[in-house]
């Protein structure tokens, strides 16, 4: 019956009408998906002689034993947004003998081949292997090896079982940073204490039931809850819709851009993938630490402009790029209301500025590595206010794909086109460039001040800039429907 399933599946995806259009995109990630196991190949390979190096003083099995718990809830963490769950049309087999037992064993069997547990897998081979070579006791290393595995499936079904819940997540990320922040400032060592546990799986090989038996228990309360599910009459019954007393009259008060306002709102809240946009905005905040705690980016301004435009401009480009597609499923209808289309960029461009104005507010903690860094992300923030929304919105013209808003945003290259790569051009490398020519001819305050004059001369021309815009929208606007109308893959 499993090979049945499977055949099925593969007929399925080859008989399907949107093979031809998505068959690029999944060949291409096919190719990324290879290069990211070879990578992690080599990096498992060499990962023995790095502990060596930087850890001189312990075993590399007790080095990388350390950060096992940080490895767990940021696997965790990534697979809430990036692991598809699982899904098959069951209800042509509910009227057939199929038990409903074999269902539910193939749609998680299905979920435990998924390229994010092959991640680690290829990983960790070579790894024990080159400990292999290094004459460490074959039957330790064998057994740590399972138990790693086991784990990963735990983090699987674990997974698929609080992917909806939201509550979870901020608990996780919550957790993770608690974490990195307790054993930055040295205030308790998380991974010191954690690493006799993970330590005991290669030390003591007998634990390795406990992983294992987790991972068992997992995957069997997964099976109970997915069973219950598979009935008939499943989308028969009616669902209960919990009172929203959260109106969001306040929007009222910006007149006609107002309604738009709520609708965006309503939108990004209510839908996983524009939700999701909100949590990765938040989290690029910490980006920043990756450059201004390392030595080697102390005397390289133009990289902290980078992160400058980055972290303030987040929201805008991963959500502005797609405008007008958030609202695909129902522009049609709205092209045929008596709405303003000027109104409805100016609703967009509030969203957006408000967003940069909050991420601004968020990076101005980073005084504490200078005020340069504030002073340019000051800077930074000035051009993404007057220069990139009015880009953005332009380049959104050309937009005629349609997006799901329901689907996860990570690996998920639906609603993409060539105008997604093109806008990073003038959105992110034009400002860099700007800033390092100033920089280099003259010095810092003046590079920051021609970004900070650019923005706000952009924000002085706004009326005026999104007028263009507007016209360019009313030309394109019957192209844009039709697109919008085509089912997206």
Request: with cysteine; aromatic share 18%; glycine share 6%.
């Amino acid at each position: 019956m499993f090979k049945r399933f499977s055949s099925l599946q593969w007929k399925s995806f080859f008989r399907s009408s949107n093979l031809g259009k998505s068959l690029g995109i999944k060949i291409l990630m096919g190719f990324f998906g290879v290069y990211m196991l070879l990578s992690l190949a080599g990096m498992g390979t060499g990962m023995y002689f790095i502990l060596k190096k930087v850890f001189p003083d312990q075993s590399p099995m007790w080095s990388i034993s350390q950060y096992f718990v940080y490895w767990i809830l940021i696997e965790l963490f990534l697979r809430y947004f990036m692991q598809k769950l699982p899904v098959m049309d069951i209800k042509p087999f509910l009227t057939t003998p199929v038990k409903k037992s074999t269902i539910a064993h193939y749609i998680l069997g299905r979920s435990a081949a998924s390229i994010y547990n092959l991640l680690t897998l290829f990983f960790i081979v070579p790894f024990a292997i080159v400990l292999l070579f290094n004459n460490y006791p074959v039957l330790n290393v064998v057994l740590w090896t399972i138990g790693v595995m086991a784990i990963v499936f735990c983090i699987n079904y674990v997974n698929l079982l609080v992917n909806k819940n939201e509550k979870v997540l901020i608990g996780i990320g919550s957790v993770l940073a608690l974490g990195y922040g307790l054993d930055y400032f040295g205030i308790f060592s998380v991974k010191t204490f954690f690493a006799p546990i993970f330590h005991a799986l290669y030390a003591y090989p007998i634990t390795v039931f406990v992983p294992i038996a987790l991972a068992v228990l997992v995957y069997y309360i997964n099976y109970g809850y997915l069973r219950n599910k598979i009935y008939l009459d499943a989308t028969l019954k009616p669902k209960s819709v919990q009172a929203n007393t959260s109106d969001m009259s306040w929007t009222r008060r910006f007149g006609e851009m107002g309604s738009f306002l709520q609708l965006d709102l309503k939108m990004i809240w209510r839908n996983k993938r524009t939700k999701s946009q909100v949590f990765i905005s938040i989290l690029f905040v910490f980006y920043g630490l990756v450059f201004y705690t390392q030595d080697i980016y102390s005397s390289m301004m133009p990289m902290k402009a980078f992160v400058g435009i980055f972290m303030t401009g987040i929201f805008l480009s991963n959500f502005g790029q797609f405008i007008p597609a958030w609202d695909s499923s129902y522009y049609s209808m709205m092209m045929s209301q008596n709405i303003p289309m000027r109104k409805y960029l100016d609703s967009k461009a509030s969203l957006i500025t408000v967003s940069v104005v909050a991420m601004f507010f968020l990076t101005i903690p980073y005084v504490y590595f200078g005020w340069d860094a504030l002073a340019i992300n000051f800077g930074c923030a000035l051009y993404n206010l007057g220069v990139n929304i009015p880009v953005i919105l332009y380049f959104g013209s050309f937009n005629k794909k349609r997006i799901e808003l329901d689907q996860s945003p990570f690996g998920n290259m639906q609603g993409t086109s060539a105008t997604q790569f093109l806008i990073m051009l003038p959105v992110l490398v034009a400002p860099i460039i700007i800033f390092s020519i100033f920089y280099y001819i003259f010095n810092l305050q003046v590079a920051v001040i021609v970004l900070s004059v650019l923005g706000i001369i952009g924000f002085s021309m706004k009326n005026y800039l999104l007028n263009i815009i507007t016209e360019e929208y009313k030309k394109k606007k019957y192209g844009m429907i039709a697109g919008f109308k085509e089912k997206a893959s």
